[in-house]
């Protein structure tokens, strides 16, 4: 890419950002949508003034600093600690790149001082951008040294605000614990691969297991049951249902028909709710080998979780159990095989996808190379030969695509992790955020550095060994009013931040021992090799100090808090909450218009104890 290029993009991004902007701050203040911009206002029964005012019509940035004003106990208060640690991450970030922005300031001239690169200081916008980069410093220039410090300086600088906020983090996590109200999901593990016992229920197994076992500490169990047909029975009649409170508030041009459609589909819905009160009768039996068990203390649930309940590692395994609304309920019926096989089958679907993915983003990166473009579709060389649309095509364009293309990966990543038999939709969440990393790392930072000579360079990377110096070529040349939490993680989603942000700083490590060599000064590329080992041995070091505090509450906290709550005199009330909470939602009586008489209420009331 052409530095002329690089700016016309830069000034279409800043004109879109500047005009989003503008928008924003207009139609945010519009009390017509207010579901839109304040959900959370509208969830809590609030509601924005109507009257008309200039002011709503006028954009403004005051949301822009009361947002950057909010106190860390005020968001913590609002959103919970993984609204805080969301908020730490964007700081984490402008920290990073700040800090990066300032090495390039110093890099930039020194790149730019060097002629191993052939240029022309007169026709300086038409210039590659890689006049900037390392690639225009010389071949055993002493100024290359400057580079390798800032490799150290970077890392550095990167790992000790890692370090900070992981220390920070992880510290926070268990200042929530103890000031929090019992959580329903801490007194509770999921229970999977109940074996089958003649002549008795999966609930009478588990309710005889845990009462032999666990005499002081056991509580209550729900088993789960088969409810994927009843699922989408509900499902269809959710749907109707709000079709026909959408025809009933809005005007209809033609009465007579508006009559019939909603005699007809309030007969379908009331056909539905039957279906579903039958569905409902028939799942008493339909049990699956999965039962959520609930503790009296967090401390006893936390026995039961970390240590192997039976002799056959099939049988009785035990995981933490997510909130009652985190649940993901449509797997719960699937065997040990199938969730086994089920992995791995989205496992390959992943890679398969990610593959694929890869040529259309080489195409479209190709873009930015204008003589390759020309050589491919030369009836365009008329209309490339424009200098405008030329900075367009290769400046602004690809990004474009690029961004059009991965809308459709979060989507895809996301239904290919829920089928991996994860039990909340926050697992199914952490587990997307991974495969996206990858898929990020290999479809835009791979396919965008070796777009330009990847048809050329493809059997080089047949040799590992060669990996850091194609990579040394090709990277110098193109690199609360809303939020309303559903469920919490309490900031388990940090160590994924970590974890991507190690990765990143080997890469880096990786490419610049490959352009010290190429630099011809090997020297720096062997004192190079230590700063990754040194990156990896801290990133170990955080997984031993860090991670167990993530994974799951030290006893001295689970003892000490379960000691507190027994002396406040609520457990009571709370251990009856408990009993039902983990209950399916398609259990629960169908919400429907008109049903306010109970007509509808479900023959299967209760749950097994």
Not at 562 to 580: H, I, P, R, W
Request: proline letters at 5%; charged letters at 15%.
């Amino acid at each position: 890419m052409i530095l002329s290029a690089l700016l016309t993009s830069v000034g279409i991004n800043f004109g879109l950002c500047l005009l989003f902007f503008t928008l924003y701050s207009v139609l945010r203040k519009q009390p017509g949508n207010a579901h839109v911009y304040a959900p959370r206002l509208v969830a809590e029964g609030k509601s924005m003034r109507s009257d008309f005012n200039l002011e709503r019509f006028l954009p403004s940035a005051s949301w822009v600093r009361k947002a950057w004003e909010t106190s860390e106990e005020e968001l913590l208060a609002l959103s919970g600690l993984d609204g805080v640690v969301f908020m730490r991450i964007f700081v984490f970030s402008i920290k990073v790149f700040t800090f990066a922005m300032i090495i390039g300031f110093v890099l930039l001239p020194i790149n730019f001082l060097g002629n191993q690169l052939t240029m022309d200081y007169k026709d300086l916008p038409n210039k590659s951008l890689e006049s900037f980069s390392i690639s225009n410093v010389n071949d055993g220039s002493n100024r290359l040294w400057i580079h390798f410090s800032a490799a150290y300086i970077f890392t550095g600088f990167v790992c000790y605000l890692l370090y900070s906020e992981f220390k920070y983090i992880s510290s926070k996590r268990i200042t929530c614990f103890y000031s929090s109200e019992p959580m329903i999901h801490q007194f509770t593990v999921l229970v999977r691969g109940i074996p089958v016992s003649s002549g008795i229920s999966f609930s009478e197994s588990v309710e005889n297991f845990f009462t032999l076992y666990y005499p002081s500490t056991y509580l209550s169990h729900v088993i789960v049951r088969r409810t994927s047909k009843l699922q989408k029975l509900i499902s269809d009649a959710d749907d109707l249902s709000r079709r026909l409170l959408h025809m009933k508030s809005t005007k209809y041009s033609q009465q007579g028909r508006k009559v019939n459609l909603l005699d007809h589909y309030e007969k379908k819905l009331e056909s539905l709710v039957e279906n579903v009160r039958m569905e409902q009768s028939l799942i008493t039996g339909q049990e699956v080998p999965a039962a959520f068990v609930s503790f009296k203390s967090r401390f006893g649930a936390a026995i039961a979780l970390h240590i192997k309940q039976g002799i056959n590692p099939t049988e009785w395994n035990t995981e933490a159990a997510p909130e009652p609304q985190d649940v993901y309920w449509p797997f719960f019926s699937a065997s040990f095989t199938k969730i086994w096989i089920s992995r791995y089958v989205a496992f390959v679907a992943c890679i398969v996808f990610t593959v694929l993915f890869f040529g259309p983003v080489v195409l479209v990166q190709s873009l930015t190379h204008l003589d390759q473009l020309e050589t491919w579709f030369p009836f365009l060389k008329g209309i490339l030969s424009v200098t405008f649309v030329s900075q367009v095509i290769t400046g602004y364009l690809p990004s474009l695509i690029l961004q059009l293309f991965q809308h459709y990966v979060p989507p895809t990543m996301i239904l290919l992790s829920s089928i991996q038999g994860y039990i909340g939709h926050t697992h199914i969440e952490k587990s997307a955020c991974y495969k996206i990393l990858w898929f990020t790392i290999w479809n835009v930072f791979i396919a965008n550095v070796l777009s330009g000579s990847i048809l050329y360079q493809a059997n080089v990377f047949l040799e590992l060994k060669n990996i850091p110096s194609v990579l040394a070529v090709a990277v110098p040349g193109q690199l609360l009013t809303v939020y309303s939490p559903k469920h919490e993680t309490n900031g388990k989603f940090w160590p994924i931040v970590h974890n991507s942000t190690i990765f990143s700083l080997v890469l880096m490590h990786i490419i610049a021992i490959g352009i010290f060599g190429l630099k011809k000064i090997p020297l720096a590329s062997g004192f190079m090799i230590p700063l990754p080992v040194m990156t990896l041995l801290f990133n170990n070091y955080c997984q031993k100090r860090f991670i167990p505090l993530f994974k799951s509450y030290p006893a001295e906290c689970l003892i000490k808090k379960d000691q507190d709550d027994q002396s406040s005199g609520t457990m009571d009330a709370f251990y009856e909450k408990l009993v039902n909470a983990y209950r399916d939602p398609a259990l629960v009586p169908i919400q429907t218009p008109g049903n306010g008489d109970g007509r509808y209420s479900p023959l299967l009331q209760g749950t097994e104890v």
